[in-house]
């Protein structure tokens, strides 16, 4: 079924292959038809508008949608980890009110985790929330939020308390996008395209049953969360369609230094995309596969780098416009360390984990 609509977007001239689809190609129709089939909330209950299939299926259909380069940007965020994140703790009428319309891609997501000034530290938090009557009002800044100007909902990591310790005292939220205090400033990036931006929130009120959780919660929540961020197939297959690209020049007109080069990249992709299967199994036995993901996350982008790498090599200088598969990839690659984490905060959750063994 994924083939058969990729296909068909393709016939239609309605997108290009593009690395980095899962930020960068955003179409909501595109993202509504696969919803109309049962492909976003695949794995969540029926009762909120999913399919109930496992994590493993839904990883095949995502390879799918990546390998092809498809305009997924619209609803990969909520489908990835916010609907999941909202499944394991959010209320009922949390549930009630958010799940289905993840499901029918109206609801889209962006996230506010990364602070200025904060680096890689996500638990250098800064934005702040009081209670007031009937809820909770919220104050600061998010900065590098992925498609906040098109977003019906954010997801806010606050400080809802002061603690000691700068990882307590934090809790989650959703907040509507169009709410009253909510300021979003674009940020271009090297390519010239808007997809990044700054998202300022100034006395935001958010109804008290926005929280996700309990109070005070949010970092062992936002640690689990991000399980769901690191360990999926984007963080091997961003650069895929340049690695199609290689595939292809190899066959026509590669040397054999070119095909040992190619084999080795698609020999290491085929041992993440087991690791990718393996996080799947964890999620769907119910476990939380952080080191896991972290070390997933740590090795794909390290491919992904290599991928450009090797393209420099087997391409020998041709195919370095920017709108080429070669151009895609390398202007987009300066985020692939940082998001999700960089390379030093992933290896010190991987420390954290074999420690506590």
């Known amino acids: 079924m994924v083939r058969a609509l990729v296909a068909d977007w393709r016939v239609r ?7 980095d689809s899962w930020v960068r190609s955003f179409d909501i129709d595109f993202s509504r038809e696969l919803a ?3 492909l976003v909330g695949m794995t969540w209950p029926v009762e ?3 399919g109930g299939e496992s994590n493993v299926a839904r990883l095949a259909a995502t390879e799918e949608l990546l390998r092809a380069g498809a ?3 619209a609803h990969w965020i909520a489908d990835r980890q916010i609907g999941p994140s909202v499944l394991r703790h959010g209320s009922e009428r949390l549930k009630e009110e958010i799940l289905p319309g993840i499901t029918r891609g109206e609801h889209l997501f962006c996230l506010g985790m990364s602070e200025p000034e904060a680096g890689s530290d996500l638990a250098a938090v800064r934005t702040s929330v009081r209670r007031v009557a009937g809820g909770w009002s919220l104050t600061g800044r998010k900065i590098w939020t992925s498609g906040a100007h098109r977003a019906t909902h954010a997801y806010v990591l606050a400080r809802s308390s002061k603690a000691d310790r700068k990882h307590e005292g934090l809790s989650e939220f959703i907040v509507d996008m169009d709410a009253s205090g909510v300021d979003v400033t674009p940020i271009v990036d090297m390519t010239g395209e808007h997809h990044f931006n700054e998202v300022v929130f100034t006395d935001v009120f958010v109804p008290e049953h926005r929280l996700i959780g309990a109070e005070g919660q949010g970092w062992k929540q936002v640690v689990e969360q991000l399980s769901f961020e ?3 197939a984007e963080r091997v297959l961003s650069t895929y369609p340049l690695l199609s690209t290689l595939i292809d020049h190899c066959r026509e007109e590669g040397d054999r230094a070119d095909l040992v080069a190619l084999g080795t990249l698609y020999a290491r992709l085929g ?3 087991q690791m990718c299967t393996d996080v799947a199994r964890m999620l769907d036995a119910g476990e939380t596969p952080v080191q896991e993901s972290a070390t997933l996350k740590l090795l794909g982008n390290e491919l ?6 090797g393209a420099r090599s087997i391409l020998r200088g041709r195919d370095r416009r920017g709108d080429t598969a070669f151009g895609q990839a390398l202007l987009s690659s300066p985020g692939f360390s940082i998001r999700g984490g960089a390379a030093d905060v992933l290896l010190s959750i991987i420390a954290k984990q074999e420690a506590k063994a």
């Open 271 to 273: 041992s993440l995309r």
């Open 36 to 38: 109309k089939n049962g």
């Open 304 to 309: 992904e780098r290599d991928i450009i790498e």
């Open 48 to 50: 909120f508008g999913g």
């Open 13 to 19: 001239k309605l997108y290009e292959p593009k690395s």
């Open 230 to 232: 690191r360990g999926g």
């Open 71 to 73: 305009p997924v940007a």
